[in-house]
C-alpha cells in the first residue's frame, strides 16, 4: 500500500539520504527505521540490498548519509550513531573498513569532485552528544588514502545535519538545525 512505511523490499521507513551513479543506479539508506542500504538499477528496480541494526562491519545504527566515489568504486556511509564512516564496495555491497576515531555521531559527509592531482578528503560533519559532556561539533577533514587520518578541523557548531563542498573543496556548507540556517566556510 502507498506512504505505508515498511522493511520488505517494495516499502522504506525513513530513508535518509541517495547517493546517484553516473550510470543512473542509485543507491538509498534506508536509516531510521531498517538500518539498511539499496541500490536501484536506472529503471528503478531493485538490485540488491545490506546491513542490519547493530554494532558489526555491515550494521547501522543510523545510515544517515551516503557517498559514492566512482573513481575508488567506494560507497562511503555516515553511520551515525555508531560514529563512524563505513565503506563499501558498490557492486556487490561488501564490507572494505571503517573508520570510527573521528566523530561521536557522523551526521553527514562530502568530497569535492576528485580533479587530477587533487588530494582526496572526505569532509565529516559531527553531531551533538545525546547525553554526558558536551564536546565542541566540529567538520572534520579526513584523508582517504590514509584510512581517515583527521587533517584538519572546523567551526563551532551546535546541532548540524548535513553539509556539502563545492567542487574544488573552497567552500564548505553546513545545514545548521538549531540555527535555522546554512553556515559557509570559506578555505583562504
Known sequence: MAKQPGSSNTHFCKPTDIAVASDGSFFVSDGYCNSRI???SPQGQLL??????GRGP?????PHS???DERTMRLYVADRENG???IFDPNDGSFKEAWSSTVRRAFALDFPTPTQGSEDYLFIVDGPSLGGRPKPVKVYVLD??????????FGNLEQPHDLVVTHQGRE???AEITLDTVLKYVKV
Open 38 to 40: 539499496l541500490k536501484f
Open 48 to 53: 540488491y540490498q545490506w546491513g542490519a541494526f
Open 58 to 62: 555491515g550494521q547501522f545504527r543510523i
Open 66 to 68: 551516503l557517498k559514492l
Open 84 to 86: 563512524r564512516v563505513e
Open 144 to 153: 582517504m588514502n590514509l584510512h581517515g587520518n583527521v587533517v584538519e578541523q
Open 172 to 174: 564548505v556548507f553546513v
